[in-house]
């Protein structure tokens, strides 16, 4: 069993030396593996997992704080006013919102008051719409 791992884990190492490519001093951009895992992004290994959505949202709900519009963004990436979008994924902007609208970070505490007609839409901790509903 012992055998197994060590022989493993050579070839994994045996992989990985091979993944460097001769022109890693350039930084014009990201990082590609070269070899065994062909244009592979380095990026990826840290990206976010899959969006969770809060709850089942239904348009027909969403129809007076004029959400409905919105629930193709779920799972997007949300821009805040003035920042810059990110290079690559999809995205919304805040500049896309009619007010009145709340934005709500994770663990954020919101205040009990409802409206109606306002917008709420819930961001996870990777920045992207993972709720929407009216109040």
Known sequence: MK????????????????????????SSGPSKHKGLFKGFDLKSLTAAPPPVIRQPVLPELLKPCRGHVLVPALGMIFVARGANPPDEGKFMREE????PYRIIPPQARISPEQNPVRLNVELD???????LYCG
């Open 3 to 26: 055998a197994k791992a060590f022989l493993a884990a050579g070839l994994i190492a045996a992989a990985v030396a091979g993944c460097s490519s001769p022109d890693s001093g350039s």
């Open 96 to 99: 896309y919102l009619s007010a």
């Open 125 to 131: 901790s990777y920045g992207r719409i993972v709720g």
